[in-house]
């Protein structure tokens, strides 16, 4: 069975840090490249960070960009997203997500508060 387990969100205050985990199973995690995306009610899920199978490689949307931290332990199978800097506006809930050209698997969310 094929498994994503966030984890780490909560409740921070602006300017605060958060490290959100995620824990694969169920398939070949360094077969994938892993991402982060967030969703705010009414939105459409967005794309906040992406990292490639050898780490060679790195996306972060503009807005998160030199304050999030994307990074991922092909021993552990294990991606983690560093957030520091936090906003109230990075308040809604991250999704990690596992893809290749074939295949595409969601975790479940985990919430992040940021208060002002």
């Known amino acids: 069975e094929v498994q994503l387990q966030a984890s780490g969100g909560g409740l921070v205050q602006a300017g605060g840090s958060l490290r959100l985990s995620c824990v694969a199973s169920?398939?070949?995690?360094?077969?994938?490249?892993i991402g982060w995306f967030r969703q705010a009610p009414g939105k459409e899920r967005e794309g906040i960070s992406c990292i490639d199978r050898s780490l060679d490689s790195q996306y972060y949307l503009h807005s998160v960009k030199g304050r999030f931290t994307i990074s991922r332990d092909n021993t552990e199978n294990t991606v983690y997203l560093r957030m520091n800097s936090l906003k109230p506006e990075d308040t809604v809930v991250y999704y990690c997500?596992?893809?290749?050209?074939?295949?595409?698997?969601w975790g479940q969310g985990t919430l992040v508060t940021v208060s002002s």
């Open positions: 169920g398939f070949t995690f360094d077969d994938y490249a």
């Open positions: 997500n596992a893809r290749t050209r074939n295949y595409n698997y």
